[in-house]
């Protein structure tokens, strides 16, 4: 079942109810910056990340260094930003509300 890239209303919608997201890849993804007070914190991030992306089948990309962990959020199968990427944020945001 192929999934819809959003609209740009959509996308913009979206958007102004996810903080510390912006657009990247020319509106085709969606990425975040998440910073920890150490490796550790942020690794364990990852982890829960992690396990939330494969029981939703959706993947990050995503790269670290130290405290730092950079997101980028986009769907393949869609050409851009989905419904997917948007749950996946939010649910990032979750982990560390
Ligand atoms: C076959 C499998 O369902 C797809 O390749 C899934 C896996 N994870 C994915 N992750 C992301 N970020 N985008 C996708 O389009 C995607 N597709």
């Known amino acids: 079942m192929a999934i819809a890239e959003l609209t740009e209303t959509e996308r913009n919608a979206a958007l102004a109810e ?14 975040r910056t998440f910073t920890f007070t150490d490796f550790s914190e942020a690794f364990a991030f990852m982890t829960r990340a992690a396990l939330l992306a494969e029981k939703a089948d959706h993947h990050p ?14 769907t393949h199968d869609a050409g851009g930003v989905s419904q997917r990427d948007v749950a996946m944020a939010k649910a990032m945001d979750a982990l560390v509300a």
Not at 18 to 31: D, F, Y
Not at 61 to 74: C, D, G, K, S
């Open 18 to 31: 996810l903080a510390g997201w912006s657009l990247s890849r020319e509106g085709k993804a969606i990425e």
């Open 61 to 74: 990309e995503w790269f670290n260094v130290y405290n730092r962990v950079e997101v980028t959020l986009t």
